[in-house]
């Protein structure tokens, strides 16, 4: 049996990582960035106005006052889009200009509409400004050639404004990870199917549709599986003949029972076991395997099993596939104290949320048996309790995983 630790090591050993594809950045959210993205244009890209109002060389308003204001005329008016307008050389003249125009020669600041006086063809100031005001200086967000993005990213709707802003059309970005779904056991049906005797619903395979369309991964389910090595062998085939995933998740049939013949029949048909058993709870007998074409996770067939198998298993080595950073894990403090008897690293279900002096803080909730599905509604988080037995006390802190 091997640790949770030495787990994870061995699942980022040797990653083949994903190929690359360039698309068109309106279908690039949720995407991971595959190159450094440089910025082609500045932002702005030329000097404009932050406001509506009017363009004036500074200095002709420097004696200005309540008491004695001084009248410009009004020589143009400007709106976005508009060519570049020169202030008359001629002392004395303002133009009026629209939020986002440029900002014309000799003019060095702009008045906001609002703290000026507008008679006929006259502008009426009645105090003097500061040269820049109310001007957004070309570069002044990013310049042309700054990074926008970089390698290992993901896309975010923030990041589509960013580098639409900076002029790109298209992102290199890694291939979508492709994820087979299989489960085993002549017990599951449908949730269509009537429900007869002895028989009960699979609730995993939905669970992991489901979680991998959350991640923007792209998963297929091929159905179930009784416990038959050739029809398990036959389903492996087809997977692979058909849909040529990265990565082959089944549920089931991985423990020490009579009909779990997961482990020897991926031995018989060339795959390498990397691992099975890890020191964990619940999952302990998880499954993983390598062969030429893909990776191979067999989770228990326990619903709390599966989740933590996604979550704790199956996530870091697709981070890892598309250089996607470790996730780093919250800190909490624990609300009520927790007795954890046997050493093995235990994900258990939590509540997490701010107390009232704004420290984050878990409580873990009481039902942590491993065929429970209702705890994983009302908890919103894993909390990692690390391998040795001990007794953690209220306050301490520990490592928080939300839920997806």
Same mark, same amino acid.
Request: hydrophobic fraction near 40%; glycine fraction near 6%.
């Given at each position: 049996?091997?640790?949770?630790?030495?787990?994870?090591?061995?699942?980022?050993?040797?990653? #083949?990582?994903?190929?690359?594809?360039?698309?068109?950045?309106?279908?690039?959210?949720?995407?991971?960035?595959?190159?450094?993205?440089?910025?082609?244009?500045?932002?702005?890209?030329?000097?404009? #106005?932050?406001?509506?109002?009017?363009?004036?060389?500074?200095?002709?308003?420097?004696?200005?006052?309540?008491? *004695?204001?001084?009248? =410009?005329?009004?020589?143009? +008016?400007?709106?976005?889009?508009?060519?570049?307008?020169?202030?008359?050389? *001629?002392?004395?003249?303002?133009?009026?200009?629209?939020?986002?125009?440029?900002?014309?020669?000799?003019?060095?600041?702009?008045?906001?509409?609002?703290?000026?006086?507008?008679?006929?063809?006259?502008?009426?100031?009645?105090?003097?400004?500061? @040269?820049?005001?109310?001007?957004?200086?070309?570069?002044?967000?990013? *310049?042309?050639?700054? =990074?926008?993005? &970089?390698?290992?990213? !993901?896309?975010?709707?923030?990041?589509?404004?960013?580098?639409?802003?900076?002029?790109?059309?298209?992102? !290199?970005?890694?291939?979508?990870?492709? +994820?087979?779904?299989?489960?085993? /056991?002549?017990?599951? @049906?449908?949730?269509?199917?009537?429900?007869?005797? $002895?028989?009960?619903?699979?609730?995993?395979?939905?669970?992991?549709?489901?979680?991998?369309?959350?991640?923007?991964?792209?998963?297929?389910?091929?159905?179930?599986?009784?416990?038959?090595?050739?029809? %398990?062998?036959?389903?492996? #085939?087809?997977?692979? $003949?058909?849909?040529?995933?990265?990565?082959?998740?089944?549920?089931?049939?991985? &423990?020490?029972?009579?009909?779990?013949?997961?482990?020897?029949?991926?031995?018989?048909?060339?795959? $390498?076991?990397?691992?099975?058993?890890?020191?964990?709870?619940?999952?302990?007998?998880?499954?993983?395997?390598? &062969?030429?074409?893909?990776?191979? %996770?067999?989770?228990?067939?326990?619903?709390?099993?599966?989740?933590?198998?996604?979550?704790?298993?199956?996530?870091?080595?697709?981070?890892?596939?598309?250089?996607?950073?470790?996730?780093?894990?919250?800190?909490?403090?624990?609300?009520?104290? %927790?007795?954890?008897?046997?050493?093995?690293?235990?994900?258990?279900?939590?509540?997490?949320?701010?107390?009232?002096?704004?420290?984050?803080?878990?409580?873990? =909730?009481?039902?942590?048996?491993?065929?429970?599905?209702?705890? $994983?509604?009302?908890?919103?988080? %894993?909390?990692?309790?690390?391998?040795?037995?001990?007794?953690?006390?209220? /306050?301490?802190?520990?490592?928080?995983?939300?839920?997806?």
């Amino acid at each position: 049996m091997i640790s949770y630790h030495d787990a994870l090591t061995k699942i980022n050993n040797d990653v #083949s990582y994903l190929n690359t594809e360039t698309i068109d950045l309106e279908n690039a959210l949720n995407r991971i960035v595959a190159q450094n993205v440089r910025a082609k244009v500045s932002n702005p890209n030329f000097d404009n #106005s932050a406001m509506d109002g009017l363009a004036v060389y500074s200095e002709d308003l420097q004696d200005a006052s309540v008491k *004695k204001p001084i009248s =410009l005329e009004i020589s143009d +008016i400007i709106s976005a889009g508009d060519t570049s307008v020169r202030l008359s050389e *001629k002392k004395g003249t303002a133009c009026e200009i629209m939020t986002g125009a440029r900002i014309p020669d000799r003019a060095d600041a702009v008045i906001k509409i609002e703290d000026v006086s507008i008679k006929d063809k006259l502008a009426i100031f009645t105090r003097p400004t500061e @040269i820049g005001n109310n001007i957004r200086r070309e570069g002044e967000d990013f *310049k042309q050639g700054d =990074l926008m993005i &970089s390698t290992g990213n !993901k896309i975010t709707a923030e990041h589509i404004m960013l580098l639409a802003s900076a002029g790109i059309c298209q992102i !290199k970005v890694y291939k979508k990870i492709k +994820i087979a779904i299989i489960s085993t /056991g002549k017990e599951l @049906i449908s949730r269509t199917e009537e429900l007869g005797e $002895n028989k009960i619903y699979d609730s995993n395979s939905p669970y992991l549709e489901s979680i991998i369309r959350n991640l923007n991964i792209e998963g297929k389910y091929f159905g179930n599986v009784y416990d038959d090595k050739e029809a %398990f062998i036959a389903k492996i #085939s087809q997977i692979n $003949n058909e849909y040529h995933p990265d990565i082959i998740i089944s549920t089931g049939a991985v &423990s020490k029972g009579k009909w779990d013949f997961i482990p020897d029949t991926l031995q018989d048909i060339g795959f $390498n076991i990397i691992f099975h058993k890890a020191a964990i709870r619940p999952g302990k007998p998880i499954l993983f395997a390598k &062969s030429q074409t893909g990776y191979y %996770f067999g989770l228990p067939g326990n619903p709390r099993a599966v989740t933590v198998g996604f979550r704790f298993f199956i996530y870091p080595l697709i981070c890892t596939l598309q250089h996607l950073n470790s996730e780093e894990a919250l800190i909490a403090k624990l609300k009520s104290s %927790f007795f954890k008897k046997n050493k093995l690293t235990f994900f258990v279900v939590g509540q997490l949320a701010y107390n009232k002096h704004g420290e984050l803080e878990v409580d873990i =909730l009481q039902t942590q048996e491993s065929f429970r599905v209702l705890p $994983n509604t009302i908890g919103n988080c %894993f909390v990692m309790l690390t391998e040795e037995a001990k007794e953690y006390k209220a /306050g301490e802190l520990v490592n928080i995983y939300r839920f997806f």
